[in-house]
């Protein structure tokens, strides 16, 4: 490799960093973090869910599910409950305090994307193809 500046891994890192420290920013308001907003977006879409649909869902291990649950339930933007079948389940699930920020956190969310195809122009569609499939551990699995 000539130089670093070049390597796929520098370059996403980078543009990782980027991308983290805007969204940290438009949420800050807030007080939910990217990985928060991640959390509450499944469970404003999906409704109640268990910790391990959660973690598939956003391919996160239990540990880090977690970590971001109790954070969540620790500023009431997030319950748990019992599972209707299975006792040992806990369900995830918004508050009303969580349902009042849904277009706040949205807004801020869809004014990083504005932003993020504004830097990149028409080939957003292709970057975020790209981004999917390296995101994607099953395409590494295959050079291993």
Known sequence: MDQIESCISFL???????????????????????????????????????????????????????????????????ERGPDDIDRRVHRLAVTKKALLLRADLDAAMDQLNAEAVKIVGASHKHIVSGLKAFGNAENWMKNE
């Not at 543009?15 to 509450?40: D, E, F, M, N, W």
């Open 12 to 78: 996403a890192a980078k543009a990782s960093q980027q991308i983290s420290r805007r969204a940290r920013k438009l949420l800050a308001p807030y007080g939910v973090t990217p990985g928060q907003y991640a959390v509450l977006n499944v469970l404003y879409e999906d409704g109640k869910v268990s910790g391990a649909e959660l973690g598939n869902r956003l391919a996160l291990d239990s540990a880090s599910i977690t970590g971001v649950v109790d954070r969540l339930e620790a500023i009431g933007l997030l």
